[in-house]
Structures are given as structure tokens and as C-alpha cells.
């Protein structure tokens, strides 16, 4: 602990560096804090100018995904000697996203969290969430914040159409559904947010690192 | 409105491009051309620009009207091409009068011709692209019996090559590998498989990936993939051990692990194959797969 940089700094050596391909570098960090933080500084460098063109920068859970790179190789040897920062929180926009707290599988949940069904929605607008990353549909964010005593396993039969704007649990994630689809996870409430507007800009309500706060409505 | 009717729809016919870059990271598909070449080539003769919109057909072809008078040219997969029941050049510029139809009957081979018309097709952008995407829904719906397609104004003169072009290949499809990135999630056996195996082509696959049958693939590492970001080619290995070649419209972050990636230039003949196709995976190495492992 010498000085304020390193100080914030996760230690080095932390990033895997994996080949997709021969245009794509896939990093695999240890968490999903380090995921976040990496991206962060990948997007920061980018921003810089610092970082070679690159097409596609996709975050995961635990990865960055590098696509589109005119020289992986060179990239892969200079990637885990990067110096990345701890993420400051409360960095990154803050979208508001109400919700009505009336899921079909409320009492699934509440029963699984071992409260009442009204306190699921103050457990879970209660905490900040941020988006870790998107993908399964356009706008669809994978939001972490929730404790690890409220992860939440998937139902065992997805439902062949989960409709558009509602708020879900999976695993340690929320969700909620840009439009009408398939899907598996359990549903806690349902938002009048538009989510996804290709028209708009930006067409995704929540992107990467963008910070939520669920403020739940009366019925 | 410059446009052409659409007489015959055929089973899945889409308004293609090069697709939508730089929006992977909001779950966006890059969508395009499955055959990029034979878009291009068709566009070529056609005298548009390699990003201009053609449709591509599938399997069973189309029928159209043009308004007005109009350059179009059929590439990828070979078939009957005619105006007004009249046989014409399959991939060369072809003239078609106001009212005339032109059709393109049954892919003879591949699966997927494209059509190219002066002007190209002139739908709305969607973040960038025209095209359809059919995993997210994004861009204009797969064409339909009567609808109305709009052209745009045409760009240069028609090209024409000393030779008719190249078709879709026929016999066995021979992919290139490059191992990775989670090779490590399977086992010694099954890398072997994955090099020696003899896979066919299956009927179920569609626009989001080529699906294979064959010996399936074992994992050594049991457990779940925490969901991570999916390259176009990517060799996705779902429980059942058969793989999948992601094609254009393949999702963008996936939980199953990817046991190697094909690159760009053999996805072309991997989106011509027809179900029952033999296919043969043949590794390679790469630059940055070397450094990567010891990086």
C-alpha cells in the first residue's frame, strides 16, 4: 500500500488472457467485480485513445470480450501487466426504473427468501443495483446488487412467454424483459419503462455499468 | 415509390447487409450476409456498394415485380433464374422491365441465394443496418406474399465478370478451427473427436448457427459457464455434446462453453451446406492463441 494509486489497484496478474478465434481476446478476471473494473478500464483506455481498434467490447460475468482486433497477439502479452483500478462507487448514470411489486411468482420468491410477499419489494428496492453486462435480448441487462442470501435459482419450467417489462430474479442477477419472450426466471414485479426503443438514443435504457435504482410503486 | 412487389415470398427471405456493428454489448446480434461473398458479388454486378441491402432467399427462392425498370443479379446458391418464365443469367446482371417477374426458383446448390438489385434495397436503418435479424426481431419481418420492398437510387453501372462465378461448394464441408476459448472444459478424448469426427449437417439449423451431428463432445469440467460474450464462429457445445457453429444472428453472450471458433472466411460455405452435408474440423493454430497461453 504505497501511494493512492496502488491503493485501489486489484493486484496484478489477475486477468487470464484466452484466444476466440483469431480476431478476439476473451479475459477472464476472478470475479465479477474484476470483470467490471477491467471493462471499465478497457472503455476508459478506449476513451483515451489508448487501446487498438477494437469492434466489439462485450462484457460477461466474469470476462471481457475483446472482438475485432487486427493483432490479438500483441494485445494478449501487454493485457495482464494493465495496472486496473478498483471501481469507485456510486460511479456510472443512475436510471430509475419503478416498478409494481405484483410478479406471478411473488409468493415463490417470499417463500424462498423466507419473508412476506410486501417485503420482497422493499429487499429488492431497497439496495442499489448496476448492470454487470446485456445479452439473451437488445436492452437486456444482467443487474447485480442483491445480497447472496436473496440469489434465486431459476424455475425448473420456463414459461414460453414472459411479457415485456417484467422485473425478474436468476441466480444473483434481475432482469427485466425488453419485450415479449421465452424465459425462465422468476417474476417479482413489472415496470411502464421502455427498455429497449431502437429509435431512441441511446436505444438501451441500461448498458453496461449503468447504475439502478428500483423505486416501487403502489399496486 | 421506386419498389418491387412481392409475388412470391418464399420460405424465408430476408433483407440482408453487412449487419450492425458496436452494439454487442447491449445484447444486439451482428446480423448480415450469412454468405458475405456472394452478397458482395451480387451488389458487384448489380452496381452497388458492398453495404447495400439485397435479399436472401432460402432454399426455395422468390418471386418479385419491379415498379420500374431495374439491374438485378442472383449470386450464392445456383438456381433457375427467370423473367416472365424466360430462363436468364444466374449470376450476372440481369434487366428486368417494369411489371416483369423476376423469379428465382429452387436453390440447386447451397441454401441461400441473393439478390441484388440497382439501388439496393431501401428499408429503414435500424441502428445502422437494414438488416433482419431473426434471433432479436430486429429490422424489417421476413418478406411476405404482396409486400412492397422500396429500392434505392441506383449507384454506378453494372459489372460483369469474364466467367460466371464460382457456386456454393458441393461435397464435404471442411471448417478450420482455431481451439478455444474453453477447450479446457473438455476432454483429452473429445478434442480428438472434435478433429477427427465425422459430423453431418442437421436440418435444424437456421440463420443463429449451423447444428451438427455427430460423435458428441465430452466436458471435463462439469457445472455451469458463467455467461460470456460469443464470437461469430464461435463452436458452442450445449449439454447433448453436439455443436453448434454460430452464424450472423447468434446470441451475443451465451453459458455454454466454446470448445473452438471457425474463422469468418469458411462460415460462407458452412451457411450453403445442406442438411446431411459431411463436415470435417480440421485445428489450426493461431498467432494469438500462442501468445495468449503464454501470456
Same mark, same amino acid.
Given at each position: 500500500?504505497?501511494? !493512492?494509486?496502488?491503493?485501489?489497484?486489484? %493486484?496484478?496478474?489477475?486477468?487470464?488472457?484466452?484466444?476466440?478465434?483469431? %480476431? =478476439?481476446?476473451?479475459?477472464?478476471?476472478?470475479?465479477?467485480? $474484476?470483470?467490471?473494473?477491467? $471493462?471499465?478500464?478497457?472503455?476508459?483506455?478506449?476513451?483515451?485513445?489508448?487501446?487498438?481498434?477494437?469492434? #466489439?467490447?462485450? !462484457?460477461?460475468?466474469?470476462?471481457?470480450?475483446?472482438?475485432?482486433?487486427?493483432?490479438?497477439?500483441?494485445?494478449?502479452?501487454?493485457?495482464?501487466?494493465? +495496472?486496473? !483500478?478498483?471501481?469507485?462507487?456510486?460511479?456510472?448514470?443512475?436510471?430509475?426504473?419503478?416498478?409494481?411489486?405484483?410478479?406471478?411468482?411473488?409468493? +415463490?420468491? =417470499?417463500?424462498?427468501?423466507?419473508?412476506? #410477499? #410486501?417485503?420482497?419489494?422493499?429487499?429488492?428496492?431497497?439496495?442499489?443495483?448496476?448492470?454487470?453486462?446485456?445479452?439473451?435480448?437488445?436492452?437486456?441487462?444482467?443487474?447485480?446488487?442483491?445480497?447472496?442470501?436473496?440469489?434465486?435459482?431459476?424455475?425448473?419450467?420456463?414459461?414460453?412467454?414472459?411479457? =415485456?417489462?417484467?422485473?425478474?430474479?436468476?441466480? !444473483?442477477?434481475?432482469?427485466?424483459y425488453p419485450r415479449s419472450s421465452p424465459?425462465?426466471?422468476?417474476?417479482?414485479?413489472?415496470?411502464?419503462?421502455?427498455?429497449?426503443?431502437?429509435?431512441?438514443?441511446?436505444?438501451?435504457?441500461?448498458?453496461?455499468?449503468?447504475?439502478?435504482?428500483?423505486?416501487?410503486?403502489?399496486? | 415509390?421506386?419498389?418491387?412487389?412481392?409475388?412470391?415470398?418464399?420460405?424465408?427471405?430476408?433483407?440482408?447487409?453487412?449487419?450492425?456493428?458496436? *452494439?454487442?454489448?447491449?445484447?444486439?446480434?451482428?446480423?448480415?450476409?450469412?454468405?458475405?461473398?456472394?452478397?458482395?458479388?451480387?451488389?458487384?454486378?448489380?452496381?452497388?456498394?458492398?453495404?447495400?441491402?439485397?435479399?436472401?432467399?432460402?432454399?426455395?427462392?422468390?418471386?418479385?415485380?419491379?415498379?420500374?425498370?431495374?439491374?438485378?443479379?442472383?449470386?450464392?446458391?445456383?438456381?433457375?433464374?427467370? /423473367?416472365?418464365?424466360?430462363?436468364?443469367?444466374?449470376?450476372?446482371?440481369?434487366?428486368?422491365?417494369?411489371?416483369?417477374?423476376?423469379?428465382?426458383?429452387?436453390?440447386?446448390?447451397?441454401?441461400? &441465394? *441473393?439478390?441484388?438489385?440497382?439501388?439496393?434495397?431501401? /428499408?429503414?436503418?435500424?441502428?445502422? &443496418?437494414?438488416?433482419?435479424?431473426?434471433?432479436?426481431?430486429?429490422?424489417?419481418?421476413?418478406?411476405?406474399?404482396?409486400?412492397?420492398?422500396?429500392? @434505392?437510387?441506383?449507384?454506378?453501372?453494372?459489372?460483369?465478370?469474364?466467367?460466371?462465378?464460382?457456386?456454393?461448394?458441393?461435397?464435404?464441408?471442411?471448417?478450420?478451427?482455431?481451439? @478455444?476459448?474453453?477447450?479446457?472444459?473438455?476432454?483429452?478424448?473429445?478434442?480428438?473427436?472434435?478433429?477427427?469426427?465425422? *459430423?453431418?449437417? &442437421?436440418?435444424?439449423?437456421?440463420?443463429?448457427?449451423?447444428?451438427?451431428?455427430?460423435?458428441?463432445?465430452?466436458?471435463?469440467?462439469?457445472?455451469?459457464?458463467?455467461?460470456?460474450?460469443?464470437?461469430?464462429?464461435?463452436?458452442?457445445?450445449?449439454?447433448?455434446?453436439?455443436?453448434?457453429?454460430?452464424?450472423?444472428?447468434?446470441?451475443?453472450?451465451?453459458? *455454454?462453453?466454446?470448445?473452438?471458433?471457425?474463422?469468418?472466411?469458411?462460415?460462407a460455405p458452412a451457411a450453403q451446406a445442406?442438411?446431411?452435408?459431411?463436415?470435417?474440423? /480440421?485445428?489450426?493454430?493461431?498467432?494469438?492463441?500462442?501468445?495468449?497461453?503464454?501470456?
Open positions: 500500500m504505497n501511494g !493512492p494509486g496502488r491503493a485501489h489497484a486489484l %493486484h496484478p496478474g489477475s486477468a487470464t488472457v484466452r484466444a476466440a478465434g483469431s %480476431h =478476439a481476446l476473451l479475459v477472464e478476471l476472478e470475479s465479477g467485480e $474484476h470483470a467490471e473494473a477491467f $471493462h471499465a478500464e478497457v472503455l476508459r483506455r478506449r476513451d483515451a485513445g489508448e487501446l487498438p481498434g477494437v469492434r #466489439e467490447i462485450v !462484457p460477461g460475468a466474469r470476462t471481457v470480450l475483446l472482438d475485432g482486433l487486427d493483432d490479438p497477439a500483441a494485445l494478449a502479452g501487454e493485457l495482464p501487466s494493465w +495496472e486496473v !483500478p478498483r471501481l469507485e462507487a456510486g460511479s456510472g448514470p443512475l436510471v430509475e426504473v419503478p416498478v409494481r411489486y405484483d410478479g406471478a411468482d411473488l409468493a +415463490e420468491v =417470499a417463500a424462498l427468501w423466507g419473508v412476506a #410477499e #410486501e417485503e420482497v419489494g422493499r429487499v429488492h428496492s431497497g439496495v442499489e443495483h448496476h448492470v454487470a453486462f446485456c445479452g439473451f435480448a437488445p436492452g437486456f441487462a444482467y443487474l447485480t446488487g442483491l445480497r447472496a442470501q436473496y440469489h434465486m435459482p431459476r424455475r425448473s419450467t420456463p414459461r414460453t412467454a414472459v411479457p =415485456a417489462g417484467s422485473v425478474a430474479l436468476a441466480g !444473483p442477477y434481475t432482469g427485466v424465459g425462465g426466471w422468476q417474476l417479482i414485479g413489472t415496470t411502464r419503462s421502455t427498455l429497449w426503443d431502437p429509435d431512441r438514443e441511446p436505444a438501451a435504457l441500461l448498458s453496461p455499468g449503468t447504475r439502478v435504482r428500483f423505486v416501487m410503486e403502489d399496486g | 415509390m421506386n419498389g418491387i412487389e412481392v409475388v412470391r415470398a418464399g420460405v424465408l427471405t430476408t433483407v440482408q447487409d453487412l449487419g450492425r456493428t458496436g *452494439y454487442a454489448h447491449l445484447g444486439v446480434p451482428r446480423g448480415g450476409a450469412l454468405d458475405a461473398p456472394a452478397h458482395r458479388l451480387a451488389n458487384r454486378l448489380a452496381g452497388n456498394p458492398a453495404e447495400a441491402a439485397t435479399l436472401e432467399t432460402t432454399v426455395t427462392g422468390v418471386a418479385v415485380r419491379p415498379r420500374e425498370p431495374v439491374t438485378a443479379a442472383v449470386t450464392g446458391a445456383s438456381a433457375p433464374v427467370t /423473367v416472365d418464365g424466360r430462363p436468364v443469367a444466374w449470376g450476372a446482371p440481369v434487366r428486368v422491365p417494369a411489371g416483369s417477374v423476376l423469379e428465382v426458383g429452387p436453390a440447386v446448390h447451397g441454401l441461400r &441465394s *441473393y439478390l441484388a438489385f440497382a439501388g439496393g434495397v431501401a /428499408v429503414e436503418p435500424v441502428l445502422g &443496418s437494414r438488416c433482419t435479424d431473426v434471433l432479436s426481431g430486429l429490422g424489417p419481418a421476413p418478406l411476405k406474399d404482396a409486400d412492397v420492398v422500396p429500392l @434505392g437510387d441506383r449507384h454506378g453501372p453494372a459489372a460483369h465478370l469474364d466467367g460466371p462465378p464460382g457456386g456454393a461448394p458441393g461435397g464435404e464441408l471442411v471448417l478450420r478451427v482455431v481451439l @478455444g476459448p474453453r477447450d479446457d472444459w473438455f476432454t483429452a478424448g473429445s478434442l480428438r473427436t472434435l478433429g477427427t469426427g465425422a *459430423y453431418r449437417v &442437421s436440418a435444424a439449423g437456421n440463420r443463429i448457427g449451423l447444428r451438427l451431428e455427430g460423435p458428441p463432445l465430452e466436458r471435463a469440467v462439469k457445472g455451469e459457464l458463467p455467461s460470456e460474450g460469443m464470437v461469430l464462429g464461435a463452436v458452442q457445445v450445449p449439454p447433448d455434446g453436439h455443436p453448434v457453429v454460430f452464424l450472423a444472428d447468434h446470441p451475443t453472450t451465451g453459458g *455454454y462453453p466454446v470448445i473452438a471458433v471457425v474463422p469468418e472466411p469458411d462460415l445442406a442438411p446431411g452435408t459431411a463436415v470435417r474440423f /480440421v485445428p489450426v493454430r493461431s498467432a494469438a492463441r500462442d501468445r495468449a497461453r503464454l501470456g
